[in-house]
């Protein structure tokens, strides 16, 4: 699976742009503040039909504009998809392909999955669980439609026993939270299983990348925690009701779920260095496309942004040479400093197409060390 071809409309910095990639290594490189990022967030559009750092779509608008279109090209298989996304002021997204609108967005994720490799993952390990579940539910998504229309369901069901628990004064509400909570425990079981599933195969994937990234001799470890662990979850609702009428939320369920990052036995939160971290970070990422990997088939995408903010020219050589194996597919990766990263490819021997962006756009293309000056766009 790769993505041929790209075209943007008013997108984020981006006035109009087109670009053919490779199908193995596509780099861009120029300043800080030119849109090198903005480049890889329109491949995670076209993969899960959102921005990887934006809940807002509006925010994906160039200033002074009313809307945002990306059009793109993936092959698969031999064969080829054209996706279009749009959005408007005031107005629905509309994500096609092919041609044919799709109803539900969520019919779109996991069939282009794609892996991102961001400074923003630091939030994995410093903020609470609710961004430990969305990296949960970002892979699963990838892989098991079932779960991600499980986890809608259990979302809007939850909702709305909050609005009843909140509203609860004047009338019996036992009855109404009866009836949503039979709706839920089967929802919550299967999300449960799910997520349950993933970290223990993630585990030896992530141990492995860690090892191979930091040269190290620590151990790391994550661990899933969740109410539906501890007792039934039918009991826990039912014992858990009278707080959740006083404090007017749903306190238990797998809303609540969190993974606990560990280096030697310890929080990576609390006890890793920053060095560590970042190694944590990377690996765990790693593990994300290997195991999406495994259960599609077939490669993601993979997006490294900036990763020259995580490690020195050594360590991001060898991590190159690593996703340069036949172990990953097609990747994006963003750097400062042209020469450097040029240099990096050159040595690997790796096929690589990488676009110089300026001020105003796209100002230079080369294909493994020739530059392709009529075919700058």
């Known amino acids: 699976m790769h993505l041929r071809h790209i075209e943007l409309t008013n997108f984020k910095n981006y006035e109009a742009v087109s670009l053919d990639f490779s199908p193995r290594f596509n780099c861009f490189v120029g300043n800080n503040g030119v849109g090198k990022t903005n480049i890889l967030d329109s491949v995670h559009y076209l993969s899960l ?14 200033y002074g504009e009313e809307f945002f279109m990306i059009k793109g090209e993936f092959e698969k298989d031999g064969e080829s998809d054209d996706l279009y996304c749009a959005f408007q002021r005031q107005k629905t997204k509309v994500f096609k392909r092919n ?76 009855t109404m939270l009866d009836l949503y909570d039979d709706q839920m425990l089967p929802l919550a079981a299967k999300i449960y299983d799910a997520r349950k599933e993933l970290t223990e195969n ?62 030697n036995g310890h929080s990576a939160r609390t006890s890793a260095s920053q060095g560590q971290q970042k ?24 997006l490294l942004d900036d990763i020259f903010d995580k490690f020195d020219e050594t360590r991001v050589e060898e991590i190159i040479r690593l996703v340069g194996t036949g172990d990953f597919g097609q990747i994006f990766i963003t750097d400062t400093q042209k020469e450097r990263i040029h240099r990096i490819l050159d040595r690997t021997g790796i096929d690589f197409r990488l676009f110089r962006i300026g001020r105003e756009g796209i100002e230079e293309e080369i294909n493994n060390g020739k530059e392709n000056s009529d075919e700058k766009k």
């Open 202 to 263: 993630l585990k030896p994937l992530f141990s492995d990348y860690y090892e191979r990234i930091s040269h190290s001799a620590e151990t790391v470890n994550i661990r899933y925690r969740s109410h539906l662990a501890a007792s039934d979850y039918s009991a826990q609702l039912t014992e858990a009701r009278s707080r959740d009428l006083t404090l007017q939320y749903s306190t238990t369920g797998i809303h609540r779920d969190d993974l606990i990052f560990e280096i």
């Open 49 to 62: 039909t959102k921005s990887f750092f934006n809940n807002s779509d509006s925010l994906s608008i160039k």
């Open 99 to 174: 041609g044919k609108e799709y109803q539900k967005l969520s019919d779109h994720v996991g069939r282009y999955p794609v892996v991102m490799v961001s400074p923003a993952d630091s939030t994995l390990i410093t903020e609470g669980s609710e961004e430990r579940r969305r990296f949960l539910n970002m892979i699963i998504s990838q892989y098991d439609p079932e779960y991600l229309d499980a986890h809608v369901r259990y979302n809007k069901l939850l909702m709305q026993r909050n609005k009843i628990l909140r509203e609860s004064a004047g009338y019996d509400s036992a």
């Open 279 to 302: 190694s944590f970070l990377v690996a765990l990422k790693l593990a994300k496309f290997g195991y999406i990997s495994r259960m599609n088939g077939f490669f993601p995408a993979l």
